[in-house]
């Protein structure tokens, strides 16, 4: 084996995803993820902490991008248009591969570890969005609660997309989300 | 120690209260817990799995509650009235005891473990009042993305109500909060 590995970090996702769907998530081990792609246990951990990791090594990436939309989004733009800009930017990113993501969603959903990691995930992109918007100078209560009903709606829109047609534009279904939102709230 | 203990389950959780407050979650037993109470530490697991449950006791009459009002609501409410109901019944049972539950907060905000616990609390919350919408006849994805919008709303009007003055309403909070997503969401 060489000592450089191509897209060493792609091959072990991918292996790791074959296997969890093929044995399920508790029964594959490191070693076996390592094997099946042609790598070391030891190269395994220059990359992922752990087997749960590989699920979600796309959390950093996702996490900055979110950031940096709230960020770029002009002065003028109301403080929804700064979070739809930022949910706009976890679609570019989440709304690629759709049956990879579709066989992520179902392994995390098997496994109680797992959806707790989600979670965890989920509430560290709605306190990057309102961290985003407190330096815009949004203020508290707001910059939470349009962080919250943001990642809200990124959530379900994510959860639809994935229950349909591969074809569908996760970005178009996060608007639609968005704009369910105002309808429903303007009901009240 | 007579066989007759009223208000046990009151009293431990009083007393674990204090022993968190004073010596810190981690460093705190459960056979502490039950001295502290004048109990033992048997009586306490009859009454909680163990010192992480004390902190979330109320959380299945709250996971009740919530279900009962999404039930409760007249069948011409709106899917969003139907949630504030909801809200309106989880603001009576979380509203109560201001100080308590400044210091439960300040208890979990500080451990990695009881945070997770709190985003596993709030999710099945939100499945709850998305279950009852559901029975209520309405379809996903709107019954989610009520629910998850009406937590997002309860979560940033309690961390509110808890940084404000003691003798402020909950549901006041709560209603002000879901007023500001309705003018939040109008900008888009």
Redesign the interface.
């Known amino acids: 084996m060489s000592r450089w590995e191509p897209d060493a970090s792609g091959r072990l996702r991918q292996a790791a995803m074959e296997l969890f769907v093929e044995r399920g998530y508790e029964q594959t081990t490191v070693a076996e993820i390592a094997q099946r792609a042609g790598l070391t246990a030891r190269t395994f951990f220059r990359h992922f902490a752990d087997k749960r990791e590989v699920l979600f090594a796309s959390s950093a990436v996702l996490l900055d991008r979110l950031a940096e939309a709230v960020e770029d989004a002009p002065a003028s733009a109301?403080?929804?248009?700064a979070v739809?800009a930022a949910l706009d930017a976890a679609a570019a990113v989440l709304g690629g591969q759709h049956e990879t993501a579709r066989q992520r969603y179902s392994i995390i959903s098997a496994n109680a570890e797992l959806r707790?990691r989600e979670?965890?995930k989920l509430?560290s992109l709605s306190a990057a969005i309102a961290d985003g918007l407190r330096r815009r100078g949004v203020a508290?209560?707001?910059a939470?609660?349009?962080a919250?009903?943001g990642?809200?709606?990124l959530?379900?829109?994510f959860?639809?997309w994935l229950s349909g047609p591969a074809d569908q534009d996760l970005a178009r279904i996060v608007r639609q989300?968005?704009?369910?939102?105002?309808t429903?709230?303007?009901?009240?």
């Open positions: 109301s403080t929804m248009t739809l707790e979670l965890i509430a508290d209560p707001e939470s609660l349009a919250e009903a990642i809200a709606v959530r379900v829109a959860e639809h989300s968005f704009d369910q939102l105002k429903l709230t303007a009901t009240i």
